[in-house]
């Protein structure tokens, strides 16, 4: 993209902007136009100023110490995301301090975003992983219904989702999560009910969400795809799984830090030789959750009103197969033979970990929330749609809570 005629918004104070804006880029050769914003209300002078074609981008300067985040923290109480929930943005700083930044964002429990260096701006843009908009884009109310999948391609930088929320089945497990959700509208779809809205109570955190039509690792890939061409932050599947025989309980919340299969490889006169295929999870928004573990675990027990809850949390490796299993020993003999950590089995994660490490170069986070149905022997439905209720109460903490 062209960033000579990209009006370059920069959230920071004058003294700093005026100093350093060189760094962004040279106005009238790179940049069409700077402009220094401390307040929702600067900021609509701005946007008031431009044209309906005039193309609009915001950098967020982390200034203040870096201790304090002032700058991040200023931008998020300013009003402007909730005023503008479609801009395009990025937080940047000088020097070496970005990773430092990162790890701060996660003790104060601000969502955990990429903080990138003045002169990265300009390459991001151009290499389209960051999408500026015009101004009648960023104000519009464009119904996303009047798009059929073919004409989406064309308008999809346009629709900005934090959270894409993905289920392998319907019943139960995306039941249990459209309470949170304030549904907008649905996107043209024959195939899958692909709908939008916010998080309930919080307009800004936008979500896009569908369930499969059937289950397995083909059904949750192909859907997964679908959802990642508009380039969620998160792509977050919850649902039921099975837990390990005597580590875990009906209930349990299961979050992968690896996703495997063990049913690919080679099969010769000397049996079957398995070749692993795996997906590692672990991010910056899985220590956010580990930090709030016992938060998290309260409000569980807290919100259930069934039984006398112990509802717990478990982080580690989840094997993914394509069976249904009902049969004792088999997590002994085949899950903990493959990776003894391994704490839960199901059909899907694996598909959704590696479409998101494959599509829109690696840039949406696979987070796999699953709760505990079955211990994958003597098997009844029973647990269901209690399992599939505390994956869906994981889902809403984090998000109503800015872990994530």
Not at 80 to 91: A, F, G, R, T, V
Not at 136 to 147: A, D, F, P, Q, V
Not at 342 to 365: D, P
Request: net charge negative; with cysteine.
């Amino acid at each position: 993209m062209e960033t000579k005629n990209i009006n370059l918004v920069v959230f920071d104070e004058e003294e700093n902007f005026n100093k350093t804006k060189e760094l962004l880029g040279y106005e009238g050769a790179t940049i069409k136009r700077f402009y220094c914003v401390q307040s929702l209300i600067q900021m609509k002078e701005v946007i008031n100023q431009l044209d309906d074609d005039d193309i609009i981008f915001l950098v967020i300067h982390v200034f203040g110490t870096t201790k304090n985040l002032k700058g991040i923290v200023k931008f998020k109480n300013s009003g402007i995301l909730d005023e503008y929930p479609k801009l395009s943005y990025m937080y940047i700083s000088e020097g070496n301090k970005q990773d430092d930044i990162q790890k701060l964002m996660i003790d104060n429990r601000i969502s955990v975003e990429q903080v990138f260096k003045y002169h990265e701006v300009l390459d991001e843009i151009r290499n389209r992983r960051k999408i500026p908009l015009t101004k009648k884009e960023l104000l519009g109310t464009s119904n996303i219904l009047n798009y059929n999948t073919s004409e989406l391609n064309n308008y999809k930088d346009d629709f900005k989702f934090d959270y894409a929320i993905i289920t392998a089945l319907e019943e139960d497990e995306m039941e249990k999560i459209l309470p949170i959700i304030e549904r907008e509208g649905k996107i043209d779809n024959s195939k899958h009910l692909v709908e939008f809205g916010h998080i309930k109570g919080y307009k800004s955190k936008k979500v896009i969400y569908a369930s499969q039509q059937a289950t397995g690792m083909i059904d949750a890939a192909i859907l997964s795809t679908e959802l990642l061409q508009y380039r969620p932050k998160y792509l977050i599947m919850a649902g039921v799984l099975g837990g390990k025989p005597k580590k875990t309980n009906i209930g349990d919340v299961v979050i992968a830090t690896k996703t495997f299969t063990i049913d690919k490889g080679k099969i010769d006169d000397l049996g079957f030789h398995p070749e692993i295929e795996s997906s590692s999870n672990e991010n910056a928004c899985i220590t956010s959750i580990r930090r709030e573990k016992q938060e998290i675990t309260n409000f569980l027990r807290a919100e259930d009103k069934t039984r006398n809850s112990k509802i717990k949390i478990h982080f580690g490796p989840i094997g993914c197969v394509r069976q249904v299993i009902d049969l004792e020993d088999y997590f002994k003999d085949s899950i903990s033979t493959t990776d003894r950590k391994a704490i839960a089995l199901e059909m899907e994660s694996y598909a959704v970990s590696r479409s998101c490490e494959l599509v829109n170069n690696g840039q949406t986070k696979a987070l796999i929330i699953k709760s505990v149905m079955d211990n994958t022997q003597d098997k009844d439905d029973d647990g269901k749609s209690y399992a599939s209720w505390s994956s869906a109460m994981f889902v809403k903490y984090i998000l109503k809570n800015d872990i994530i």
